[in-house]
């Protein structure tokens, strides 16, 4: 089964781990603030309430692996229904601050814990994460955001997305897909934490701040707010971009920085806007066949010249 590992040297290997991971953080958050229009702040406390659960259940308690990752999955799903049934009534700024609010109480609670480290944190979490399984969640998420984009429950969020009021008034129980979406959101994020637990192998407070969640933003944004593949190119991109520019070490967040402005100055709505996967296939076979069709044609001309 482990096939995979060992493939690519270790610094590709765990370069291609993190884009996994941060596909699977970027998609989660896709759900929530590109697909439902709700906009969140603190996506990162998610990832780090994944992140805290997993390291625990595996140190603390001796479980395996998968355990660890579906409690995290489902201990960050309970906080996101928890905190989603009270801020969901709200929209806007609002919703955003108070999703931030929480993400700095979190942080604050942790740095306070002794349990979990505290200000230090948790060391010698065991490396679990593998190229391998990395691979294999994020896949599973991806199929099932573009099974849930074609489902009633996917169009349906598109629609409170787009009209609230409106998509009440056609029977729609907006509240309830709300908090359903958030709590399928917040569970992508505790499996995107627990794989990244393990594997940085070294848990602190500090490290899922407000700009944690910024930088995953960045990449539904970048992107495309609703696309799934603009997501994942987003991730792919955002997360390669800073170890491309390494030969450039002291000028490599400027260049970072400036690479995301110009970016946006031209493509606004996001590398691929609004585009699903079904869009990107008939696009590509549009562009294939009209290449296949001149090729054609320019044979057929040389032949009766």
Not at 14 to 32: E, H, K, Q, R
Not at 82 to 108: H, Q, W
Request: a positive charge; glycine letters at 12%; aromatic letters at 10%.
């Amino acid at each position: 089964m482990a096939f995979l590992d060992g493939l690519l040297p270790a610094y590709y290997e765990s370069i291609i781990i993190t884009v996994g991971i941060y596909i699977i953080l970027a998609l989660g958050l896709n759900l929530i603030t590109g697909v439902t229009g709700q906009l969140s702040l603190g996506h990162a406390a998610y990832l780090c309430i994944g992140a805290y659960t997993s390291a625990i259940v595996t140190m603390k308690f001796g479980l395996p692996f998968i355990v660890a990752l579906l409690c995290a999955g489902v201990v960050s799903a309970l906080f996101g229904v928890l905190i989603g049934f009270p801020v969901l009534r709200l929209t806007g700024d609002y919703l955003a601050i108070c999703t931030l609010g929480f993400g700095e109480i979190l942080k604050s609670v942790l740095f306070n814990m002794p349990y979990v480290g505290g200000a230090m944190g948790m060391a010698g979490i065991p490396p679990k994460t593998t190229l391998l399984n990395t691979v294999i969640i994020a896949l599973l998420v991806i199929i099932v955001m573009i099974r849930m984009e074609r489902s009633r429950f996917g169009r349906s969020l598109v629609a409170i997305r787009e009209d609230e009021i409106a998509s009440e008034c056609m029977g729609i129980d907006a509240f309830k897909y709300k908090l359903q979406m958030f709590a399928i959101g917040t569970f992508t994020a505790g499996l995107g934490g627990a794989l990244w637990a393990h594997k940085i192998m070294v848990l602190q407070p500090r490290d899922f701040g407000f700009m944690k969640s910024i930088e995953i933003l960045n990449m539904v944004v970048l992107g495309g707010l609703g696309s799934i593949p603009g997501t994942i190119l987003g991730a792919t991109l955002l997360t390669a971009i800073p170890e491309i520019l390494r030969f450039s070490s002291e000028y490599r967040m400027i260049i970072y920085g400036a690479l995301l402005v110009i970016m946006m100055i031209f493509r606004p709505h996001g590398l691929m806007g609004n585009m699903n996967f079904n869009t990107l296939v008939k696009r590509t076979f549009k562009r294939f066949n009209a290449g296949a069709d001149k090729e054609q044609k320019n044979k057929k001309s040389g032949m009766e010249g």
